[in-house]
C-alpha cells in the first residue's frame, strides 16, 4: 500500500468512484436512456412553456381582416367628427 488515490477506468481518481455531480450529470446527458429523454423533453418543454403561456395570455390575437375593420372604422368616426372644416 503505497497510499495512491486509486482510480477507475477513467483515470479520474477517487472522485469518480463516488460518482460526483459532473459523472452524474454527464451519464444523464450523454446515456440515451428513455427516462433521461423524456425527462429532457419535459424540461425543454418547460423553459420554452412557461414564458409562451405568460406572454399569449390576456387579449387574444386578432385576424389582420379584424384590423382593417376597426381601422377602418376608427378612420370614419375621426372624419366625421372634423367634418367642420376650419380654414384660416
Same mark, same amino acid.
Not at 41 to 67: C, E, L, N
Given at each position: 500500500? !503505497?497510499?495512491?488515490? #486509486?482510480?477507475?477506468?477513467?483515470? !479520474?481518481?477517487?472522485?469518480?468512484?463516488?460518482?460526483?455531480?459532473?459523472?452524474?450529470? =454527464?451519464?444523464?446527458?450523454? +446515456?440515451? *436512456? #428513455? #427516462?433521461?429523454?423524456?425527462?429532457?423533453?419535459?424540461?425543454?418543454?418547460?423553459?420554452?412553456?412557461? $414564458?409562451?403561456?405568460?406572454? +399569449? %395570455?390576456?387579449?387574444?390575437?386578432?385576424?389582420?381582416?379584424?384590423?382593417? *375593420?376597426?381601422? =377602418? #372604422?376608427?378612420?370614419?368616426? %375621426?372624419?366625421?367628427?372634423?367634418? +367642420? $372644416?376650419?380654414?384660416?
Amino acid at each position: 500500500m !503505497t497510499g495512491d488515490a #486509486k482510480t477507475t477506468g477513467n483515470g !479520474t481518481g477517487a472522485a469518480a468512484g463516488g460518482g460526483g455531480f459532473r459523472a452524474k450529470l =454527464d451519464h444523464v446527458l450523454y +446515456s440515451g *436512456e #428513455k #427516462k433521461h429523454v423524456i425527462a429532457g423533453i419535459a424540461v425543454i418543454g418547460v423553459i420554452f412553456g412557461v $414564458p409562451w403561456y405568460f406572454m +399569449s %395570455r390576456g387579449t387574444k390575437h386578432q385576424s389582420h381582416q379584424d384590423y382593417l *375593420e376597426r381601422a =377602418d #372604422k376608427a378612420r370614419s368616426q %375621426r372624419l366625421s367628427t372634423g367634418s +367642420s $372644416p376650419t380654414t384660416r
